[in-house]
């Protein structure tokens, strides 16, 4: 036993920042395509909804109070987004630099990175990684305005819902968070290789980013 101790040395934890992002549009079959770097992300808001409890009376009291089911919504902002990204919010390019909008919407994937700091460590202590699957972007509302003497630029936001995919032994779930400072290293170097892709090296080719899916991530990451 021993006594409960607040704020130690070391354990001063926070959270912040957000880079990293990579987008994976959505093929037609349900695979994700390459991934391509998301520049100029500046925000990525979580969102929970759902997990209400639903109260249910017997015998003149609270009987049981079961919770619905909860969703992945999330909210993203931006100064740009790739060119991949267009078909995911509506636009569709018909001539060379002619783009419409008001299209169907692809599906997509991400991957996003926020920091983890601490008292000791400062901004170098982890970070996290944060995997989302079967997402879909609302339309986007943009601002033009007049330049002046000081131009600001334009910002990008999206409203994000999502469509869990399978987990085995668990719940569907639409985000995965991995933790750096409690997984295996070598593990998620690996992990990172398969998001990020490689370079190619000694006479061999590289490999291009891809998004693995829940499942892949649990056997990359379990131990032994």
Not at 33 to 57: F, Q
Not at 126 to 142: C, D, I, Q, R, S
């Amino acid at each position: 036993m021993a006594k409960l101790i607040w704020d130690a040395v070391g354990e001063r934890l926070y959270e912040l920042g957000v880079k990293k992002t990579v987008l994976f549009p959505q093929n037609s079959n349900g695979t994700y395509a390459k991934g391509v770097a998301w520049n100029g992300m500046t925000n990525i808001t979580e969102k929970p909804d759902g997990a209400e409890a639903n109260p249910m009376y017997a015998d003149d009291i609270k009987y049981a109070a079961p919770r619905t089911k909860e969703e992945f919504k999330s909210t993203a902002e931006a100064f740009t987004y790739p060119d991949e990204f267009g078909e995911c919010c509506g636009e569709k390019e018909i001539a060379p630099g002619v783009i419409i909008g008001q299209q169907k919407r692809k599906a997509f994937g991400l991957c996003y990175r926020t920091t983890i700091g601490n008292d000791t460590d400062d901004y170098a202590h982890g970070y996290k990684l944060h995997f989302v699957y079967g997402a879909t972007a609302a339309p986007v509302e943009k601002a033009y305005e007049t330049m002046n003497e000081n131009p600001d630029a334009i910002t990008f936001s999206w409203d994000i819902e999502t469509i869990p995919v399978e987990v085995e032994g668990c719940e569907p779930t639409s985000i995965v968070t991995i933790n750096s400072t409690t997984a295996d290293p070598t593990k998620l170097a690996a992990l990172e290789a398969i998001v990020y892709g490689t370079d190619g090296t000694g006479g061999t080719g590289g490999t291009d980013p891809r998004l693995p899916l829940p499942n892949e991530i649990k056997e990359l990451m379990k131990t032994t």
